[in-house]
C-alpha cells in the first residue's frame, strides 16, 4: 500500500476536479483475498470465507438482485409475499419441514432464520448454524438451493399465508406509513417507484390467483440474479466444492427479462409534499438535495472510497453544529441531522438529505435553521479545527476496527459481501482499508470537502417532504412558504461558523489518589478484586474476546427508591444531568475533547440501584477513569442546557397521545400497578414542575459516597499494569461510608385476575391485547432457565397455531422475567395485534394453550428445539465481555450464578419441569387481560 499514493496528487485531484472527474485517475481498490469469489456457468455468484468467529458456527445467506420494484400493477405485494413462502415448502422441505429442521439443531426462526424485502433486493438468511451437527452444512446449502429453485407455492399454503401478511399489513400501517405510501406518487411521479412499498396492496394480497405468484417466482428468482454468501468455521473448498455440485442444476435463462434499474426524474423547480395523520405525535420535515449516484462500475476505484470518507465526513461535522444548535436555551428544533445516502427508495439516485423534528408552533422556524446551517456550511465551509475532530473520530473508529480484525464475526463479512453483490460496494478487506485510509486522510485538506459540499447542496433537485399531525389548530406551512423558506436560504446573509475550542485537559490535575487495601483472586468467575482505600470494591476480569474492548460498571444499592413518591416528576427526570457536561465541560465541549478517542461513561439511578457504565479502548483506560470520577464528583450546571431538555421534551411530548399505542401502555401501566404513584408517564404539562436544583441535590446525594459501590470491568486489560491506575481513580472517589439499601416502594402487580378492554378508535382497525400472569416464584438460576424455556416454548405454538395455522397475527410476543426483590415474582406476558373480529377466536387459542401447557407440559419436540437453541447461545455468550460483566453483577445483586451448572441444569429439565412451573404460576390466579379495540369504521 505504501506507494499507491502521492498524497499530495490526491488532494490537488480532488480539489481541481469533481469527485466523478478524479475516479478515472485514481487506482482501482483491492479486494480481500480471503475471500473466495466464484460465479457457476448458470450465473449464479458465491462468496466464501473462513472464520472462526463464533467457533463452529456458520451462516448460510442467499441474496437476490430482485424486489418490489419488478411487480405489475396485478402483483403489489408478490416479492414480499413469495418470501414468506420460501419457509412453507420446497421440493426437499415440504410443508414447514424446513423450519422444523433448523429449529431442531438450534436455529431459531425470526432471530437465526429471517429474511427481508425491499424495493431492489430480497435476502434470506440462516445464521449461526452450528456446523458440527452431522449435515447441518449440506442441509443448509440444499435450503438455499431450494429457495433458489425450487418452491413448492401450495395452494393450501398461500391462502394460509395471505392472512398473516394481511395482519403484517395492519401491524405496519402506522402514521409514517400511510403518509409516506401518499408521498410516493409526489415525490416519485411518473415512475415505478411511486407504488413500490413491498407490503404491495391488500386487494392484490388477498386476491391474486396462485399462477400471479409461480409467473413472478419463475420471472426473476433466477441464477444470474442470485448471490450465495457462506461465511464461518468451515473448509473453504469442500464448501465450493458442494456448491458447484449442488447449484449446477439450477437453469440459467438465457432469453430473461432484463433486471431494469430504473432512473429516477430530475426536478428543476422543487418538489414540496405536505402530509399530515391523526396519529402522528410528531412533525418532521425531510430536505433532499438529488445527485447522480456513483455507478456501479465505478465504485471499485479508489475515488469512491475516497468520497464516502469525505461525506462521512461532511455529515459528522454539520450534526455537530446542529447538535450545538439544540444545546441552546430555546432551540430551534427538537433534533435536525444529516446524512448522505440513497434517495428514499432508490438507489439509482444519491440525495444529501437534512431531517428535523420541529417544534408546534415554529415549524418555520425549525426548517429554516437546518436550512441555514447546510447553506452556512456550503458558503463558508468547515475549519481545520472542526475538520481535525472529525477526521480523528473516523480513524479512531477505523483503527478499532482494525485493532479487532481477528475478533470479527461472521455476520460483519456476510453484510460486507452481500453489499458487494447488490451494489457493488468495494470488499477490500479491513487490512487494506486501514492501510489506505490512513495514507490518504492525512493528504485531503478540509478544502477539498468544503469544496465538495457546494456541490452536495443543490440549487435544482430539491425535494420537501413535511408530515405532522392532523388536529385542530395546527397549521404547517403551506408549499408557498416552503418555497419561500428555500429561497430565503440562498439569499440570506450569512457569516462563517465560529468553532470555540478549548486546549483545557479533560481534568487540570489527577486527583489524590486512592490506595489498594487488598488483592484476591476469586476463583468463581476467575477475578481479580480489589479493595480501595476509600472502601469502593473493583472486580477484574481480563478476556481475550475483543482487543479494543473495556466494559466497566460501577453499581450501588439505594436508587431513587430512596426518594418519595411525590418526587417522582424529579424522579423521572434524573436524565437531565447529563445535559449540562462535566467539569469544566459543556455537553458540546466534551464531546470536542473527547474526539479521537474511545471512552464513554454514562449514569442510571434506577429504582434499587445508582450506578455508571462506561466502555474504552485499553489506550483509553485513563480517559474513561477521568469521566467516571467527574461523573461522581462533578456533574455541570448549566441553566441553558436546562432550559433546552425542558423545551425540546415538552414540545416532543406535546402530541403523543395522538399515537394510540401510547393509550394502550398508559393503560397496561395503570392496570397492572393499579395507578400506582411511580408508574406515570411524563407528560408535556409536567415538564414545568421539574426543578433544576432538586435535580442536582438529589443526583449528588446518590454519587456522594462511593464507599458501597463496586466497579466491574471485563476486557483487554493489563492487570498488573491498570490495577494501580484505576486505585488513582476510583479510589479518589468521596466516601462518607454510610451504610444503605433500597427501600420497597411497594409497586406490586396487581393480584387477582382483572379484565380492562376499551375502544379507541383508530385509522386502521386492529385489536392490541395484553395478556399477563404474575405471582410468587422462588428467585434461582432453575427458574430462571424455567421462565426463558416456557416462554420460548409458548412462542412455538403460538406460531404455529395462532400466526400459521389462524393467520391471524404477524407474530405474538411472550416474554416473562423473575425478580428478587423487594420480593420473589415471576411474570409471563402476551402481546399480539390482530384484526377486531378475529380477536375472540384468538383469544381462545392464547388461553387454551397456556392451560393446556400448565396441564400437560410441552411435546418434547418443543422442549428440545428449546434447549438446542439456548446451549447454543451459552457457548456463544460465554466469549463476550458483556454477558460476563452482566453475570457478575447479577451474581453481586441476587447471589445468583447463572453461568455455573448452566448446560447441566438445561439439559437436566424435562417436560414435567415446564408443566410444574407454568402450572405453579398458573394456579395463582393472578391474570391481568387488556385490550384496545379499534373497530371497523361504519
Not at 52 to 79: M, T
Not at 257 to 278: F, H, M, S, T, W
Not at 662 to 678: E, G, K, L, M, W
Not at 807 to 832: C, D, H, M, R
Given at each position: 500500500?505504501?506507494?499507491?499514493?502521492?498524497?499530495?496528487?490526491?488532494?490537488?485531484?480532488?480539489?481541481?476536479?469533481?469527485?466523478?472527474?478524479?475516479?478515472?485517475?485514481?487506482?482501482?481498490?483491492?479486494?480481500?483475498?480471503?475471500?473466495?469469489?466464484?460465479?457457476?456457468?448458470?450465473?449464479?455468484?458465491?462468496?466464501?470465507?473462513?472464520?472462526?468467529?463464533?467457533?463452529?458456527?456458520?451462516?448460510?445467506?442467499?441474496?437476490?438482485?430482485?424486489?418490489?420494484?419488478?411487480?405489475?400493477?396485478?402483483?403489489?405485494?408478490?416479492?414480499?409475499?413469495?418470501?414468506?413462502?420460501?419457509?412453507?415448502?420446497?421440493?426437499?422441505?415440504?410443508?414447514?419441514?424446513?423450519?422444523?429442521?433448523?429449529?431442531?439443531?438450534?436455529?431459531?426462526?425470526?432471530?437465526?432464520?429471517?429474511?427481508?424485502?425491499?424495493?431492489?433486493?430480497?435476502?434470506?438468511?440462516?445464521?449461526?448454524?452450528?456446523?458440527?451437527?452431522?449435515?447441518?452444512?449440506?442441509?443448509?446449502?440444499?435450503?438455499?438451493?431450494?429457495?433458489?429453485?425450487?418452491?413448492?407455492?401450495?395452494?393450501?399454503?398461500?391462502?394460509?399465508?395471505?392472512?398473516?401478511?394481511?395482519?403484517?399489513?395492519?401491524?405496519?400501517?402506522?402514521?409514517?406509513?400511510?403518509?409516506?405510501?401518499?408521498?410516493?406518487?409526489?415525490?416519485?411521479?411518473?415512475?415505478?417507484?411511486?407504488?413500490?412499498?413491498?407490503?404491495?396492496?391488500?386487494?392484490?394480497?388477498?386476491?391474486?390467483?396462485?399462477?400471479?405468484?409461480?409467473?413472478?417466482?419463475?420471472?426473476?428468482?433466477?441464477?444470474?440474479?442470485?448471490?450465495?454468501?457462506?461465511?464461518?468455521?468451515?473448509?473453504?473448498?469442500?464448501?465450493?466444492?458442494?456448491?458447484?455440485?449442488?447449484?449446477?442444476?439450477?437453469?440459467?435463462?438465457?432469453?430473461?427479462?432484463?433486471?431494469?434499474?430504473?432512473?429516477?426524474?430530475?426536478?428543476?423547480?422543487?418538489?414540496?409534499?405536505?402530509?399530515?395523520?391523526?396519529?402522528?405525535?410528531?412533525?418532521?420535515?425531510?430536505?433532499?438535495?438529488?445527485?447522480?449516484?456513483?455507478?456501479?462500475?465505478?465504485?471499485?476505484?479508489?475515488?469512491?472510497?475516497?468520497?464516502?470518507?469525505?461525506?462521512?465526513?461532511?455529515?459528522?461535522?454539520?450534526?455537530?453544529?446542529?447538535?450545538?444548535?439544540?444545546?441552546?436555551?430555546?432551540?430551534?428544533?427538537?433534533?435536525?441531522?444529516?446524512?448522505?445516502?440513497?434517495?428514499?427508495?432508490?438507489?439509482?439516485?444519491?440525495?444529501?438529505?437534512?431531517?428535523?423534528?420541529?417544534?408546534?408552533?415554529?415549524?418555520?422556524?425549525?426548517?429554516?435553521?437546518?436550512?441555514?446551517?447546510?447553506?452556512?456550511?456550503?458558503?463558508?465551509?468547515?475549519?481545520?479545527?472542526?475538520?481535525?475532530?472529525?477526521?480523528?473520530?473516523?480513524?479512531?473508529?477505523?483503527?478499532?476496527?482494525?485493532?479487532?480484525?481477528?475478533?470479527?464475526?461472521?455476520?460483519?463479512?456476510?453484510?460486507?459481501?452481500?453489499?458487494?453483490?447488490?451494489?457493488?460496494?468495494?470488499?477490500?478487506?479491513?487490512?487494506?482499508?486501514?492501510?489506505?485510509?490512513?495514507?490518504?486522510?492525512?493528504?485531503?485538506?478540509?478544502?477539498?470537502?468544503?469544496?465538495?459540499?457546494?456541490?452536495?447542496?443543490?440549487?435544482?433537485?430539491?425535494?420537501?417532504?413535511?408530515?405532522?399531525?392532523?388536529?385542530?389548530?395546527?397549521?404547517?406551512?403551506?408549499?408557498?412558504?416552503?418555497?419561500?423558506?428555500?429561497?430565503?436560504?440562498?439569499?440570506?446573509?450569512?457569516?462563517?461558523?465560529?468553532?470555540?475550542?478549548?486546549?483545557?485537559?479533560?481534568?487540570?490535575?489527577?486527583?489524590?489518589?486512592?490506595?489498594?487495601?487488598?488483592?484476591?483472586?476469586?476463583?468463581?468467575?476467575?477475578?481479580?478484586?480489589?479493595?480501595?482505600?476509600?472502601?469502593?470494591?473493583?472486580?477484574?476480569?481480563?478476556?481475550?474476546?475483543?482487543?479494543?474492548?473495556?466494559?466497566?460498571?460501577?453499581?450501588?444499592?439505594?436508587?431513587?427508591?430512596?426518594?418519595?413518591?411525590?418526587?417522582?416528576?424529579?424522579?423521572?427526570?434524573?436524565?437531565?444531568?447529563?445535559?449540562?457536561?462535566?467539569?469544566?465541560?459543556?455537553?458540546?465541549?466534551?464531546?470536542?475533547?473527547?474526539?479521537?478517542?474511545?471512552?464513554?461513561?454514562?449514569?442510571?439511578?434506577?429504582?434499587?440501584?445508582?450506578?455508571?457504565?462506561?466502555?474504552?479502548?485499553?489506550?483509553?483506560?485513563?480517559?474513561?477513569?477521568?469521566?467516571?470520577?467527574?461523573?461522581?464528583?462533578?456533574?455541570?450546571?448549566?441553566?441553558?442546557?436546562?432550559?433546552?431538555?425542558?423545551?425540546?421534551?415538552?414540545?416532543?411530548?406535546?402530541?403523543?397521545?395522538?399515537?394510540?399505542?401510547?393509550?394502550?401502555?398508559?393503560?397496561?401501566?395503570?392496570?397492572?400497578?393499579?395507578?400506582?404513584?411511580?408508574?406515570?408517564?411524563?407528560?408535556?404539562?409536567?415538564?414545568?414542575?421539574?426543578?433544576?436544583?432538586?435535580?442536582?441535590?438529589?443526583?449528588?446525594?446518590?454519587?456522594?459516597?462511593?464507599?458501597?459501590?463496586?466497579?466491574?470491568?471485563?476486557?483487554?486489560?493489563?492487570?498488573?499494569?491498570d490495577k494501580e491506575l484505576i486505585a488513582e481513580y476510583l479510589g479518589a472517589l468521596p466516601a462518607i461510608n454510610r451504610k444503605e439499601t433500597f427501600k420497597d416502594t411497594k409497586m406490586e402487580m396487581r393480584k387477582g385476575t382483572c379484565k380492562n378492554e376499551f375502544t379507541?378508535?383508530?385509522?386502521?382497525?386492529?385489536?392490541?391485547?395484553?395478556?399477563?400472569?404474575?405471582?410468587?416464584?422462588?428467585?434461582?438460576?432453575?427458574?430462571?432457565?424455567?421462565?426463558?424455556?416456557?416462554?420460548?416454548?409458548?412462542?412455538?405454538?403460538?406460531?404455529?397455531?395462532?400466526?400459521?395455522?389462524?393467520?391471524?397475527?404477524?407474530?405474538?410476543?411472550?416474554?416473562?422475567?423473575?425478580?428478587?426483590?423487594?420480593?420473589?415474582?415471576?411474570?409471563?406476558?402476551?402481546?399480539?395485534?390482530?384484526?377486531?373480529?378475529?380477536?375472540?377466536?384468538?383469544?381462545?387459542?392464547?388461553?387454551?394453550?397456556?392451560?393446556?401447557?400448565?396441564?400437560?407440559?410441552?411435546?418434547?419436540?418443543?422442549?428440545?428445539?428449546?434447549?438446542?437453541?439456548?446451549?447454543?447461545?451459552?457457548?456463544?455468550?460465554?466469549?463476550?465481555?458483556?454477558?460476563?460483566?452482566?453475570?457478575?453483577?447479577?451474581?453481586?445483586?441476587?447471589?445468583?450464578?447463572?453461568?455455573?451448572?448452566?448446560?447441566?441444569?438445561?439439559?437436566?429439565?424435562?417436560?414435567?419441569?415446564?408443566?410444574?412451573?407454568?402450572?405453579?404460576?398458573?394456579?395463582?390466579?393472578?391474570?391481568?387481560?387488556?385490550?384496545?379495540?379499534?373497530?371497523?369504521?361504519?
Open positions: 500500500m505504501k506507494h499507491l499514493f502521492r498524497g499530495l496528487f490526491v488532494a490537488a485531484v480532488i480539489i481541481c476536479c469533481s469527485f466523478q472527474q478524479a475516479f478515472a485517475q485514481l487506482p482501482p481498490i483491492p479486494v480481500d483475498p480471503n475471500v473466495r469469489i466464484g460465479q457457476l456457468d448458470n450465473g449464479l455468484t458465491y462468496y466464501i470465507r473462513k472464520n472462526v468467529l463464533p467457533e463452529n458456527r456458520a451462516d448460510f445467506y442467499i441474496a437476490q438482485k430482485v424486489g418490489s420494484i419488478q411487480e405489475e400493477e396485478n402483483q403489489r405485494g408478490l416479492a414480499h409475499f413469495l418470501e414468506h413462502m420460501c419457509f412453507n415448502g420446497t421440493t426437499h422441505f415440504p410443508g414447514d419441514a424446513l423450519k422444523q429442521y433448523l429449529e431442531r439443531i438450534g436455529v431459531k426462526f425470526g432471530e437465526n432464520l429471517n429474511a427481508y424485502t425491499s424495493v431492489d433486493e430480497t435476502v434470506y438468511n440462516i445464521s449461526n448454524v452450528p456446523v458440527t451437527v452431522p449435515g447441518a452444512i449440506d442441509s443448509c446449502l440444499l435450503i438455499l438451493h431450494d429457495w433458489s429453485n425450487d418452491l413448492t407455492l401450495d395452494p393450501k399454503e398461500i391462502d394460509k399465508e395471505r392472512g398473516v401478511i394481511n395482519e403484517e399489513w395492519r401491524t405496519r400501517m402506522s402514521a409514517m406509513q400511510r403518509m409516506q405510501e401518499k408521498m410516493l406518487p409526489q415525490m416519485f411521479a411518473g415512475t415505478k417507484y411511486a407504488t413500490c412499498f413491498p407490503i404491495g396492496t391488500m386487494d392484490v394480497v388477498m386476491n391474486f390467483k396462485y399462477q400471479t405468484l409461480r409467473d413472478y417466482y419463475e420471472k426473476w428468482y433466477r441464477p444470474d440474479l442470485q448471490g450465495i454468501v457462506v461465511v464461518g468455521d468451515i473448509d473453504v473448498d469442500a464448501i465450493e466444492a458442494k456448491i458447484k455440485t449442488m447449484f449446477a442444476d439450477v437453469p440459467a435463462q438465457p432469453e430473461a427479462a432484463e433486471r431494469v434499474y430504473y432512473p429516477v426524474n430530475d426536478n428543476k423547480e422543487p418538489i414540496v409534499i405536505i402530509e399530515q395523520d391523526k396519529e402522528q405525535p410528531h412533525i418532521q420535515a425531510l430536505i433532499f438535495n438529488k445527485h447522480d449516484a456513483t455507478p456501479d462500475d465505478q465504485k471499485n476505484n479508489m475515488g469512491y472510497m475516497v468520497q464516502n470518507y469525505a461525506t462521512n465526513l461532511i455529515s459528522s461535522m454539520l450534526n455537530a453544529r446542529l447538535n450545538e444548535l439544540t444545546q441552546t436555551a430555546n432551540p430551534p428544533f427538537i433534533y435536525a441531522g444529516t446524512f448522505e445516502g440513497e434517495f428514499f427508495v432508490a438507489k439509482t439516485k444519491s440525495a444529501f438529505t437534512g431531517v428535523v423534528v420541529c417544534k408546534e408552533g415554529s415549524v418555520e422556524d425549525g426548517i429554516a435553521n437546518l436550512l441555514r446551517e447546510m447553506e452556512r456550511a456550503r458558503q463558508f465551509g468547515f475549519t481545520e479545527t472542526e475538520y481535525g475532530r472529525a477526521r480523528a473520530e473516523y480513524l479512531r473508529q477505523l483503527e478499532s476496527a482494525y485493532n479487532e480484525r481477528d475478533k470479527r464475526k461472521n455476520e460483519t463479512y456476510v453484510n460486507e459481501y452481500v453489499r458487494n453483490f447488490l451494489d457493488k460496494e468495494p470488499i477490500p478487506g479491513i487490512e487494506n482499508e486501514y492501510a489506505i485510509i490512513n495514507q490518504i486522510a492525512p493528504n485531503i485538506p478540509v478544502a477539498a470537502l468544503n469544496q465538495m459540499m457546494q456541490a452536495l447542496v443543490t440549487d435544482s433537485n430539491q425535494v420537501v417532504a413535511i408530515f405532522g399531525p392532523e388536529k385542530e389548530g395546527l397549521k404547517l406551512p403551506t408549499k408557498d412558504a416552503v418555497l419561500k423558506m428555500l429561497n430565503d436560504a440562498k439569499t440570506e446573509k450569512l457569516t462563517a461558523y465560529v468553532d470555540k475550542v478549548s486546549d483545557e485537559p479533560l481534568m487540570a490535575e489527577k486527583p489524590q489518589g486512592g490506595k489498594i487495601v487488598s488483592e484476591k483472586i476469586n476463583p468463581l468467575f476467575g477475578t481479580t478484586e480489589l479493595t480501595l482505600s476509600n472502601g469502593a470494591k473493583v472486580i477484574l476480569k481480563k478476556t481475550d474476546f475483543k482487543a479494543d474492548e473495556i466494559r466497566m460498571k460501577g453499581v450501588s444499592l439505594g436508587g431513587s427508591s430512596l426518594f418519595p413518591d411525590s418526587e417522582i416528576i424529579n424522579i423521572k427526570s434524573l436524565d437531565a444531568i447529563s445535559t449540562g457536561g462535566l467539569g469544566n465541560f459543556s455537553a458540546v465541549d466534551l464531546e470536542k475533547v473527547l474526539a479521537g478517542k474511545k471512552a464513554s461513561v454514562s449514569y442510571s439511578i434506577g429504582d434499587k440501584t445508582e450506578g455508571v457504565t462506561g466502555n474504552c479502548s485499553p489506550k483509553d483506560l485513563e480517559t474513561m477513569l477521568q469521566l467516571t470520577y467527574l461523573t461522581f464528583t462533578a456533574p455541570r450546571r448549566d441553566d441553558d442546557a436546562f432550559a433546552s431538555y425542558k423545551n425540546r421534551s415538552k414540545a416532543s411530548l406535546q402530541n403523543q397521545e395522538l399515537n394510540p399505542s401510547v393509550a394502550f401502555s398508559d393503560s397496561i401501566q395503570a392496570t397492572v400497578y393499579n395507578h400506582h404513584p411511580r408508574a406515570i408517564r411524563m407528560k408535556a404539562d409536567m415538564i414545568d414542575q421539574i426543578d433544576y436544583d432538586k435535580l442536582l441535590e438529589m443526583y449528588k446525594d446518590r454519587y456522594k459516597d462511593a464507599s458501597d459501590f463496586t466497579f466491574i470491568l471485563v476486557g483487554n486489560i493489563d492487570i498488573d499494569k379507541r378508535q383508530q385509522e386502521t382497525p386492529k385489536a392490541s391485547v395484553l395478556v399477563l400472569y404474575n405471582g410468587k416464584c422462588k428467585y434461582d438460576q432453575k427458574n430462571n432457565l424455567l421462565m426463558s424455556m416456557t416462554s420460548q416454548i409458548l412462542d412455538l405454538i403460538y406460531t404455529e397455531k395462532v400466526r400459521e395455522d389462524e393467520g391471524g397475527t404477524y407474530g405474538v410476543y411472550v416474554g416473562g422475567n423473575l425478580s428478587k426483590y423487594p420480593k420473589e415474582k415471576a411474570f409471563l406476558q402476551i402481546i399480539f395485534e390482530t384484526a377486531p373480529e378475529k380477536k375472540d377466536k384468538l383469544m381462545e387459542i392464547i388461553f387454551a394453550e397456556a392451560a393446556n401447557l400448565a396441564k400437560n407440559g410441552p411435546s418434547e419436540a418443543n422442549l428440545n428445539k428449546v434447549k438446542e437453541y439456548m446451549l447454543k447461545k451459552h457457548k456463544e455468550d460465554l466469549k463476550e465481555n458483556n454477558y460476563w460483566l452482566g453475570n457478575i453483577d447479577e451474581y453481586l445483586f441476587t447471589g445468583v450464578d447463572m453461568v455455573k451448572d448452566y448446560e447441566n441444569i438445561v439439559n437436566s429439565i424435562t417436560t414435567k419441569d415446564i408443566q410444574k412451573f407454568a402450572d405453579e404460576l398458573l394456579k395463582q390466579k393472578n391474570e391481568i387481560e387488556v385490550t384496545m379495540v379499534s373497530p371497523e369504521k361504519k
